[in-house]
């Protein structure tokens, strides 16, 4: 009976000493400000965590919005390039267009520094405006034409044509380039002639073909004038028929007739 007592006693006390020590946590001001401490924490703790959340998910948004804009940046640099080089090709455009103008000017400048003239030439009017212009010749005479006749029984002053052969043969000693081509007829009839030319170092030819005929007659001086029409050089043709050519002074229009001559000296033959 006694022993339960004690036993009772002792249970009683403990129980005692548990709830002390249990009131004291619970309303121990100390206590109390950890479980606050704790929660406040906590609190702090979910809205760190939120935050983070929020950060990352900016984040995420912000990378995304930089791919976007890498791939923008790398449309319009290379929009860039096609338009440089677009531009490149259309500035070599515009280049070769001013330079085909200033050409085209040049052209028209050179036209307008270039009148022509023309002088009419009925019978002995070609004699005396040949001798005239030959005597004056300062680079080249160029002569094509279907007869040409040496006479060497009769002096400069009796033979009109000997008369200009010695003009001829006065400019090559100038230093004039002086050619000539004529047609077989010439070769043929008046061998003299060609004998003559070549004694006095005056390049001759004949005509490209032999079958075909050079009936041509024109002279070319100084590329700027030029002699055209129906006069042979031979006496008769300067001195007794009815003959007409006419007389062009033209840069241009020599040019043209120049190139006709040149065709027929490289393709000529040679005696």
Known sequence: MRGALTTYIAVLLIGVVIGGVSVWLIYNPQILDLKTENRLLENKLQELNSTITYTLERLQEVEKQKKNLESTIN??????????????????????????????????????????????????????????????????????????????????????????????????????????????????QYRETIDYLKSKKIPVRLDPSKTTLLHAKILIVDGEWVFIGSHNWSESAMSFNREYSVLIRSVDYAAEVERYFEDLWLNGRGV
């Open 75 to 188: 449309n319009l640099t290379q929009i860039i390039e096609e338009k440089d080089s677009i531009i490149s090709k259309l500035k070599t455009l515009i280049d070769s267009l001013e330079e085909q103008v200033r050409k085209l000017q040049s052209q028209l400048e050179e036209k307008k520094e270039s009148p022509v003239t023309i002088e009419m030439l009925p019978d002995r009017e070609y004699y005396t405006w040949a001798r005239k212009i030959i005597s004056k010749a300062n680079t080249s005479i160029h002569l094509a034409v279907f007869l040409l006749k040496y006479d060497p029984e009769e002096s400069v002053y009796d033979d009109p044509v000997n008369m200009l052969l010695l003009e001829l043969v006065n400019a090559k000693r100038r230093g004039v380039d002086v050619k000539i081509i004529v047609d077989d007829a010439t070769y043929n």
